[in-house]
């Protein structure tokens, strides 16, 4: 999966808020469930920038 630079960040930091919530997930099984998860991450993560700010 080619991912730019800010994609990688991204990437990363979901990577440790979802190993904070669910315990750390083997990067495989991870990258397969990210783009699963994409709708509902990016959701959840506009919902906390919205409250956030």
Known sequence: MAT???Q??????LRSAFSR???PQP???FEVNVSD???L???I????????E
Do not use: Y
Not at 45 to 52: A, C, D, W
């Open 37 to 39: 998860l994409e709708p």
């Open 41 to 43: 991450t990016t959701t």
């Open 27 to 29: 990067d495989d099984s």
């Open 4 to 6: 730019t630079g800010r």
């Open 21 to 23: 919530t669910t315990g």
């Open 8 to 13: 990688a960040d991204r990437l990363k930091s």
């Open 45 to 52: 993560i506009g919902f906390s920038i919205t409250v956030v």
